[in-house]
């Protein structure tokens, strides 16, 4: 993207870090994008929710806070929202989730400035009344997945919604040797090493189920491999599951040293077990790839002939696997962590991958298109807008009230 010969684009992006521990993959998705966008647009941060979220710190733009609290109708919030839009004045307001792009979308209306949502990744829409399916009709779209293209254009309400499929990318991936010699030194050294860096949550249990099926089976067949959960804990249950399952294949780490940026310490495994930015980033660090796909019970060796429907699924546990044999690919597995060359060969298909499909400089050009069309206010939606309004309040019912006071407009501050 040239922005020495076009007009530089004045774009706000916001989107919700929750109230908890503030972590998840679409928040270093959103990091990612801002990085890349902070050197050829002016760019504005607007981050919702009172979670300390390790992604969305020191970004390379001015960041505001909006905390929730107390109010009838969050009138606080989308008050101290406006003013931001007001003082920063944008082109487009970006939103990464739809409670983020609730309030987007009432400011956006407001001052007549353009309006952009992305779903990041997760499931389709579920086929439920409203508000548990419901998903916002908003002018502009952008999804990862094909999975996700494909529900949104076959349905009907969506037909006025000009939906673009941009890939999930991510920047450079850069290792810590210190971080990555501290987490061998407390491993085996005479074993391979199955990475799984992820939240340990009940929603990548499934993940885990098939990781510790292969790890399982790899130690009867005389590859007694180490199998590693790396990531903060979210739900103690779910740990202690993971923990009796695992027995002696392997641990489970959360120091948060090491799960503040995981991402440092690819380079520890041998072979690596990711879904969604995580693979991504696997793949950037070069690590042979599995994933959890469903078409069998053990992850999917990532090749030359399977990647792309796994990535039209965006490499989640919804991905199907082209051609599958849950024999052949065992061996395939087997081999990688047995023969150097394999291996060797899997982490190069692994980084072209990543420099072809996934790197973000690809898609800047991309990028520029899609906020140059978004400029343009919405016009009509104001009952859908009304709904998408109401349902925020009602996934945001129990928000807590901030801790600390909102910040003040027009500082660079860290969320």
Not at 1 to 12: F, K, Q
Not at 107 to 130: E, F, H, M, Q, W
Request: charged share 25%; with cysteine.
């Amino acid at each position: 993207m040239d922005d020495s010969v076009a007009e530089r684009l004045n774009i706000l992006l916001t989107t919700d870090a929750g109230d908890t521990t503030g972590i998840g993959g679409h928040l270093y998705s959103f990091r990612a994008l801002v990085e890349a966008l902070a050197p050829l647009a002016d760019c504005t941060v607007a981050v919702f929710g009172c979670a300390q979220s390790p992604p969305l710190a020191d970004l390379p733009c001015p960041t505001h806070r909006v905390q929730f609290g107390p109010g009838r109708l969050r009138r606080r919030e989308l008050a101290r929202f406006r003013q931001i839009v007001e003082q920063v004045k944008p082109d487009v307001i970006h939103a990464f989730d739809p409670i983020a792009g609730a309030f987007a979308r009432a400011a956006a209306r407001r001052t007549g400035c353009g309006l952009l949502l992305t779903k990041c990744g997760g499931p389709d829409p579920a086929a439920r009344a409203y508000p548990w399916g419901y998903f916002p009709r908003v002018p502009r779209l952008i999804v990862y997945s094909r999975e996700n293209e494909d529900y949104f254009r076959s349905r009907r309400a969506f037909r006025g919604t000009q939906i673009r499929r941009i890939p999930n990318r991510i920047g450079a991936v850069a290792a810590d040797a210190d971080k990555v010699a501290a987490l061998r030194a407390r491993l085996d050294p005479a074993k391979p090493v199955l990475l799984r860096i992820g939240r340990i949550s009940p929603s990548y249990f499934r993940t885990a189920e098939m990781s510790i099926r292969l790890a399982e089976r790899l130690a009867s067949d005389g590859v007694p491999v180490q199998l590693v959960f790396l990531g903060a804990v979210q739900n103690a249950q779910t740990e202690q599951a993971i923990r009796e399952r695992l027995g002696p294949h392997g641990a489970v780490i959360s120091d948060p040293d090491l799960t503040g940026q995981a991402s440092a310490v690819l380079d520890a495994g041998d072979l690596v077990v990711g879904t969604g930015r995580g693979l991504m980033e696997a793949a950037a660090r070069g690590r042979p790839l599995l994933v959890p796909a469903r078409s069998g019970r053990l992850p999917a060796l990532v090749n030359e002939r399977n990647w792309q429907t796994l990535f039209d699924g965006n490499f989640s546990e919804r991905s199907e696997a082209a051609g599958w044999d849950e024999e052949r690919n065992y061996a395939n597995i087997r081999q990688a962590l047995t023969d150097p060359d394999a291996r060797r060969r899997l982490s190069a298909f692994s980084r072209t991958l990543y420099e072809d499909q996934f790197a973000m400089e690809r898609v800047m050009d991309l990028y520029r298109s899609v906020y140059e069309d978004a400029r343009a206010p919405e016009r009509g939606g104001r009952i859908d807008q009304a709904k998408h309004w109401l349902w925020m309040l009602w996934r945001a019912q129990a928000r807590p009230l901030a801790a600390s006071a909102d910040s003040a407009a027009g500082g660079k501050e860290t969320p």
